[in-house]
């Protein structure tokens, strides 16, 4: 089954992450269904990643909206996968009575979601499609996210002229959203472009896709490179370190994903073309409102607009958001607009005259 739309350094990590936001509360309403429930949160990232910067505080400010007398949620977050699935382990054994998670490695952390349904708490799967039986899903499609990056270098491409070669940045193997991103990109790409070069991220990470973008420099030539499809902002940051390593200029199309404040300006310089918007505070939201309504033991049918497959579980209740195209014409009427970024956060003072070029100032 794919995707469809239809339908002693670890354990002291692993404490130290749960220590940060208080003690589980012993499974709420002792053993579960009551309104005062215990709810466990596991995110691929902190700190200045972009879950720790957005997913996080909306995540916790919308439980403490819907269920205003609960215990504060336990939050964790790291990148690494064995150290995510510790952190599971933490909070079953704790009793939460629900836990959303979006894993690092969903295969890795199948065998924890099963050990979470036996103990009877539900899992609901943020961001990324986890393994195993999950009770819900909220994602943004990301087959519209790819489509959104291959339409946006496409039109790039044709700004600049014939161009036609170009280097696709994908993400990592083990996360099920970066073949959904690619498979929507390939499908606007087909007979349009050349694929010089494409290279799937290890975990996403930048310095991976530092060298995969000096490789394919060195392969291509920086002149034969026209365009680059960046999965997400880092790797697309990673890419514009090594064309910019390599004295190109100018640089090619780059695109991205996720509206990081580096990426927003680095499109109002020009460094990148594009980024995709995904309004995280509808998913936060909805994640919110299925976790607290499986904390309490009731349905999420209604909450769901749809179901999806995942490669254990079918017609897994889901909501997949749409997306927004952002270049620099954008970024006002729609990172500014929603409140995600004021003008000061972009505009600092080395990019004043590209702000103002921009309508931003």
Excluded at 267 to 274: L, N, R, T
Aim: aromatic fraction near 4%; include cysteine.
């Amino acid at each position: 089954m794919g995707l469809c739309v239809s339908r002693a350094s670890v354990a002291v990590a692993v404490a130290a992450a749960l220590a940060l936001t208080g003690a589980c509360g012993g499974g709420g309403d002792e053993g579960g269904g009551g309104d005062r429930i215990t709810v466990g949160v596991l995110l691929p990232g902190g700190g200045a990643s972009r879950f720790g910067q957005f997913d996080k505080p909306l995540i916790e400010a919308g439980l403490k909206r819907l269920c205003p007398d609960c215990p504060a949620a336990n939050v964790a977050a790291t990148p690494d996968p064995q150290v995510q699935q510790q952190q599971f382990e933490a909070m079953i054994t704790r009793g939460v009575d629900v836990v959303i998670l979006a894993a690092v490695d969903p295969e890795l952390l199948r065998p924890s979601v099963e050990s979470a349904h036996r103990a009877g708490i539900p899992v609901v799967a943020y961001d990324r499609l986890a393994e195993g039986p999950i009770s819900g899903y909220v994602t943004f499609d990301g087959e519209q996210v790819g489509r959104l990056q291959a339409e946006g270098l496409l039109t790039a491409m044709r700004e600049r002229g014939d161009g036609r070669r170009i280097v696709m940045m994908n993400g990592a193997t083990t996360d099920p959203n970066a073949g959904w991103y690619k498979r929507g990109a390939l499908a606007v790409l087909k007979g349009k472009v050349t694929i010089g070069k494409s290279y799937d991220t290890v975990r996403w990470r930048p310095e991976n896709a530092y060298v995969n973008m000096s490789g394919a420099i060195a392969a291509l030539g920086a002149e034969n490179i026209d365009g680059v499809l960046s999965a997400n902002d880092s790797m697309a940051g990673a890419v514009v370190s090594a064309l910019d390593a390599a004295k190109v200029s100018p640089l090619p199309p780059i695109t991205g994903q996720d509206a990081d404040i580096t990426a927003v300006q680095r499109i109002v310089k020009g460094d990148q073309y594009m980024t995709v918007y995904k309004p995280y505070k509808r998913a936060t939201d909805a994640t919110v409102r299925m976790a607290v309504a499986l904390g309490r033991g009731e349905e999420v049918g209604a909450i769901a607009t749809g179901s999806v497959d995942s490669p254990t579980t079918d017609d897994v209740p889901a909501v997949l958001l749409p997306s927004v195209s952002v270049t620099v014409g954008d970024i006002g009427e729609t990172l500014v607009k929603d409140g995600m970024y004021t003008v000061d956060q972009i505009c600092t003072p080395a990019l004043r005259s590209a702000c103002e070029r921009a309508g931003l100032i």
